[in-house]
């Protein structure tokens, strides 16, 4: 009778331990993947503002924008990103006005523009 009875506690004690650290890991477990998510949910966030203007200018495709952009931030990664997309919007329409005003809004001292400029007087026959 004792010995059943101490088996029986023994089992019982031993059984509490494992729940007690088994919901302590759980815990932990909980509170890691929480830290995790909530970090790259804010990180995700969270983009710098060059991209966030690129974005904009890209979207609304405004050539005002744009020259605001390439004021602000004359030193981005997303410079050349713009410079290429801004080409690619007259390269659709093929007009002079369009030619125009991108030589207007793109950086004198990029490479693009030196092209856009012979490309602008090229077909179009004008000097700027």
């Known amino acids: 009778m ?3 009875l101490y088996k029986f506690r023994y089992k019982t004690v031993r059984n509490s331990q494992f729940e007690t650290c088994n919901r302590k890991g759980t815990k932990l477990l909980v509170m890691l993947l929480s830290i995790l998510v909530s970090t790259s949910f804010i990180s995700s966030c969270s983009k710098p ?3 966030k203007a690129y974005e904009e200018v890209v979207a609304t495709m405004s050539m005002e924008k744009a020259k605001n952009f390439f004021h ?3 030193k981005s990664i997303y410079r050349d990103k713009l410079v290429n997309e801004i080409a690619g919007w007259c390269e659709h329409e093929e ?3 369009c030619y125009r005003m991108i030589l207007d809004v793109l950086p004198q001292d990029h490479p693009r523009t030196k092209e856009m400029l012979a490309y602008y007087e090229k077909n ?3 000097k700027r």
């Open 72 to 74: 602000a931030y004359s």
């Open 49 to 51: 503002p060059d991209r």
């Open 124 to 126: 179009y026959g004008t």
């Open 2 to 4: 004792w010995a059943n």
């Open 95 to 97: 007009t002079e006005e």
